[in-house]
C-alpha cells in the first residue's frame, strides 16, 4: 500500500502563524522609530503616557488569540483585533497600521472560508468596526495631546481603504467556502453514482449468471408436481435434478460476487485475511503501525466471506492512513462459532470518509449487506474511530 502523500507546505502552516507573522512583523516595524537604532526615523507623536504597558499588553493579547484561532475562531478574532486596538494607541498611530491590518485581513479570510456564515459577517463587522472606533479614540484624545488640527479630525480615507481590504478578505473566503461545498457535493454525488453503477452491474450479472439455472428448477419443481402422485419415481428424479441445480447455482452465485468485488482489488494484494498480515507490514512501513489481533481458532472462510472480510479490513486500514491523523490502528478478527467479527479502531480524528479506496464506508456496509451480516462505523466516545462487522458463517463451514 503507498504511503499517504504529505500535504503541500502551505496547508501544513496553522491558521495562527499566517495571522500571528505579519502582526509581529508589524508591531516591529511600527515600535523601531522609538528604540534609538541609529538611521532610524524619528516619529513625531511619542507614545502614550501608558504607551509601552498598551503595546505589552496588546500583544500578549495578539499572540494568544492567534494560537486559539483554531479552537475558539471569532473569541480568538476578538483578542487579535483588540491586541491590535491596545498596541496601535499605545503608539499613539494615526491610524491602524497597514501590516497590522493585513493580519487582520487574513483572519476574517481564513473564519469566512471555514466556518459559518454567521461568524464570517460577524467577523467582518468587527473588522471594520474597530476603525471608526480607534478613530474616535485618538480624536478625543487628540486636544489633551495636544496634536495638530488636520490630524485632529481623524484619517477617514485610510479608514475607508482599510474597510475595502477587508471586504475583499471577506470575498475571497467566501468564495473558498463556496467551492469547498462545492466539491463536497460533487464527491457525494460521484459516490452515490459509484454505489448505483455497482448495483446495476451486480444486477447485470445475477440475470445472465443465475436466470437460467432458477427458471430450470421453476420448471423441474413444475414437473414433480403434477407427477408427484401418478409416476413417483419421476417426481423424484425431478427433485434432484432440482438440489443438483439448486447446488450449481448456488456455487455460481458465490463464484459472481467474488468476481464482481475483485474488480476493485489492489493489484498487488492477494484477497483473503491470511494476507491481513502482509497488509499490516506494508501499512507499518508506511509509517502508521497497524497491530492484529485474533480470537477463536482461524478456519478457512468461503471465498465470499472471505474477501469481504479482507475488504474491509483493507479499506478501514486505509482510511486511517488518509484521513485519522494518528500513527497506530488496531484490527482484531474474532472467529465465533457461527460468524466471524472483525474490528478495526484507532485513535485519530475520528471523521468518517467516503472518499477512501472501493466505495469506502457505503461500500463497505453493501458488502456487508450483501452476506446478510452487520456493520457499524462511528466515532468513538474516547476518540478516535471504529469500524465493525459482522458476518454469518454457513453451518457447514462452521463446523469444520
Known sequence: MPATPQLPLLKRVPPGAWVGVPWIYGTLFAIRPFLGLPYMPTNPFPPLPAGWLLIGLGTVLAVLGCRLLRLMPLSAFGMV?????????????LTLGLVHYGAIDIAVGWIVATSTRSRGLAALALAIAILPAYELTRTGLGRPLQLPHSLDRGDWQAWAALALTAVVAWLIGNSVRQSRAYAERLTTQAATQAVTAERLRIAREMHDTVAHSIGIIALQAGAAARVATTQPEAAREAMRAVETEGRETLAGLRRMLVALRA????????AGLGDVD?????????????????????????????????????????????????????????????????????????????????????????????????????????????VAARLPVPAETAAR
Open 263 to 270: 474488480a476493485d482489488a489492489a493489484p498487488l494484494l492477494p
Open 278 to 386: 502482509r497488509l499490516a507490514a506494508t501499512t507499518t512501513a508506511a509509517g502508521v503501525r497497524v497491530d492484529v489481533h485474533r480470537r477463536g481458532q482461524p478456519r478457512q472462510l468461503p471465498p465470499d466471506i472471505d474477501l469481504s472480510a479482507f475488504r474491509i479490513v483493507q479499506e478501514s486500514v486505509t482510511n486511517v492512513v488518509r484521513h485519522a491523523g494518528t500513527r497506530t490502528c488496531r484490527v482484531t478478527l474474532d472467529y465465533r462459532e457461527d460468524e466471524l467479527a472483525l474490528e478495526v479502531t484507532d485513535e485519530g480524528r475520528g471523521h468518517g470518509t467516503s472518499t477512501d479506496t472501493g466505495f469506502g464506508l457505503a461500500g463497505m456496509r453493501e458488502r456487508v449487506a450483501l452476506l446478510q451480516g452487520e456493520f457499524t462505523a462511528a466515532p468513538r466516545p474516547e476518540g478516535g474511530f471504529r
Open 81 to 93: 483585533v483588540a491586541g491590535t486596538y491596545a498596541v496601535t494607541l499605545g503608539l499613539n498611530g
